[in-house]
C-alpha cells in the first residue's frame, strides 16, 4: 500500500508552516486542517500531491498569520519565536538551517504576510513563481516584485557576515561559560560591546520588556552564578538553555567576529514545550 502523500511531505509541511508562523503549537494547528482538507479531495485530480499540499499550508498559515499579527501587536514585550530543538544533523544543510534560526525568523516577523509567505516558499524551498502565486492569490508578475521586495527587506537586516558552524559554536561555548561562572569579566570579553539583548516573557515570566543595549549593561543583567546551564542546540545552531529556581529559558546567539553580537532570550513558558524532543525540519 503506497503511503499517503500527507505523511511523505509532512515535515516539509511542518517547516513551511513553522517558518511562516514562528510558532511550533500553530503550525501543528495549520497542519491539522491542511489535513482535513486533504482528506476530502479527489486524489485522482492532483497532479503533483506535494506542490498541492505545500499550497494549502501555505494559504493556511496565511490566514492564521493575519489574524496572528493582530494579536502580536498586544503582545506584553519583545515578541520572539517559539525555539525547537533539533539535532545537530539540521547544521548539515547550511541554508535549512539558516532560515530557521531565531534570528532569521526574527527578521521574517518584520515581513507582512504575503511578503513572508513569497520569501519562504521561494527563498527557502525554491517553489516555481507561478505555483506561489497559486498559493498567495496573486499573479506571477506581482510574486516576483514582492519577492525582490522582501530579499531586499531581510539583506538589510540579517547578520552581516556569514560564520562558520565551528566559529558559531566555540564563541557559544565561551558564552555559555561564562554565564556557569557568572564572572562579569569573561561575559564582557566575548560579547560585542554594542551588544543587544532581547528576551521574550509574555508577560508570564520574568524579562525585560525592550531590548538592552551595550555590553556592560547586558552583562550586568547575565551575571549570576545561581543558575544550570547546559548547550543545546536550537533550529539548527549551537545555543543554551538555562534553569534558575526551577524556571526554563532558552538563548539563541548571534555571532559576527568571533564576538555575541545579539542575544535572543526566550523564557515565555508556552513557548518552552519543544525542548525535550527534537523537531523534524526538512526542505
Known amino acids: 500500500m503506497t503511503e499517503d502523500p500527507f505523511v511523505v511531505h509532512r515535515r516539509l509541511l511542518f517547516t ?4 511562516m508562523l514562528g510558532s511550533s503549537a500553530d503550525a501543528e494547528d495549520v497542519l491539522q486542517e ?10 485522482t485530480q492532483v497532479r503533483d500531491p506535494r506542490a498541492y499540499l505545500v ?4 494559504r493556511q498559515a496565511l490566514n492564521r498569520l493575519r489574524t496572528l499579527s493582530r494579536s502580536r501587536e498586544e503582545y ?3 515578541w520572539l519565536p517559539e525555539p525547537l530543538l533539533t539535532s545537530p544533523d539540521v547544521a548539515e544543510d547550511i541554508e535549512l538551517a539558516e532560515n ?7 527578521v521574517l516577523e518584520t515581513l507582512g504576510p504575503t511578503e513572508r509567505a513569497v520569501f519562504v516558499l521561494r527563498e527557502v524551498f525554491e517553489v ?7 498559493a498567495v492569490g496573486k499573479s506571477a508578475a506581482a510574486v516576483r516584485q514582492i519577492a525582490r521586495r522582501a530579499r531586499e527587506h531581510v539583506a538589510a537586516r540579517r547578520p552581516r557576515v556569514p560564520v562558520s558552524r565551528s566559529e558559531q559554536q566555540a564563541v557559544v561555548e565561551r558564552f555559555l561559560a561564562a554565564l556557569r561562572t557568572g564572572q562579569l569579566q569573561e561575559l564582557l570579553d566575548v560579547m560585542a560591546p554594542d551588544v543587544v539583548l532581547i528576551a521574550d516573557g509574555g508577560g508570564l515570566a520574568g524579562a525585560a520588556t525592550a531590548p538592552i543595549h551595550g555590553a556592560a549593561l547586558v552583562a550586568k543583567m547575565l551575571a549570576r552564578p545561581d543558575r544550570m546551564v547546559s548547550a543545546v542546540w536550537l533550529n539548527g545552531a549551537p545555543a ?3 534553569e534558575i529556581d526551577g524556571r526554563v529559558a532558552a538563548v539563541s546567539l ?4 568571533g564576538k555575541v553580537t545579539r542575544i535572543h532570550a526566550i523564557a515565555n513558558p508556552r513557548k518552552l514545550t519543544r525542548l525535550d524532543e527534537p523537531a523534524e525540519l526538512a526542505r
Open 16 to 19: 513551511v508552516a513553522y517558518e
Open 34 to 43: 491542511s489535513w482535513l482538507r486533504w482528506a476530502d479531495v479527489d486524489r
Open 55 to 58: 499550497r494549502t499550508v501555505t
Open 76 to 78: 506584553v514585550g519583545e
Open 100 to 106: 530557521v534560526s531565531i534570528a532569521m525568523l526574527t
Open 128 to 134: 516555481p513563481y507561478g505555483e506561489i502565486a497559486e
Open 240 to 242: 543554551g538553555r538555562i
Open 254 to 257: 548571534v555571532v559576527e567576529d
